[in-house]
Nanobody
Framework: QVQLAESGGGSVQAGGSLRLSCAASGRIPRRGCMGWFRQAPGKEPMPIAAIDEDGTTKYGDSVKGRFTISKDNASNILYLEMSDLQPADTGMYYC?????????????????????????WGQGTQVTVSP
C-alpha cells in the first residue's frame, strides 16, 4: 500500500481559497490514479476530483471551474487548489490512490463504499467555510 498524508485545510470565509496537499510515500505504483474526496458530517465521502497517471483530470459538477487537481511526480505530492469556496464545500477532505483496473471507478468519480479498501487513503484534513 501507499501511505498518504493530507495537509493545508483550515477555516476561510466564503469566496476564499485554500490549497490542499497530499504527500505519498511507501509503495507508490508506477501506473495508478489519485483523487480527492469530500465528506460532509453524517454523509459518505464523495469523490470530487481525480487524476490519472497521464495527468488527465476529472471533476465533479459541484467543483468544476473552481477546483484544480494536479500532481508533482518528482516529489510524489498531489494538490487540490480550491477557489471561490462556499459553505457547501465544508467537510473533511481525503486523498486516495488506486491502481490498475480499479482506476476505472475512481476516474469516473465513483465511491466504492466504506467496505472497499483503496490502495491508499489519507487521514483527512478539515476545511470549514463560513458565510
Amino acid at each position: 500500500q501507499v501511505q498518504l498524508a493530507e495537509s493545508g485545510g483550515g477555516s476561510v470565509q466564503a469566496g476564499g481559497s485554500l490549497r490542499l496537499s497530499c504527500a505519498a510515500s511507501g509503495r507508490i505504483p508506477r501506473r495508478g490514479c489519485m483523487g480527492w474526496f469530500r465528506q460532509a458530517p453524517g454523509k459518505e465521502p464523495m469523490p470530487i476530483a481525480a487524476i490519472d497517471e497521464d495527468g488527465t483530470t476529472k471533476y465533479g459538477d459541484s467543483v468544476k471551474g473552481r477546483f484544480t487537481i494536479s500532481k508533482d511526480n518528482a516529489s510524489n505530492i498531489l494538490y487540490l487548489e480550491m477557489s471561490d469556496l462556499q459553505p457547501a464545500d465544508t467537510g473533511m477532505y481525503y486523498c486516495a490512490a488506486d491502481r490498475g483496473t480499479a482506476c476505472e471507478w475512481l476516474l469516473v468519480l465513483f465511491f466504492r463504499g466504506t467496505g472497499y479498501k483503496y490502495y491508499g487513503w489519507g487521514q483527512g484534513t478539515q476545511v470549514t467555510v463560513s458565510p
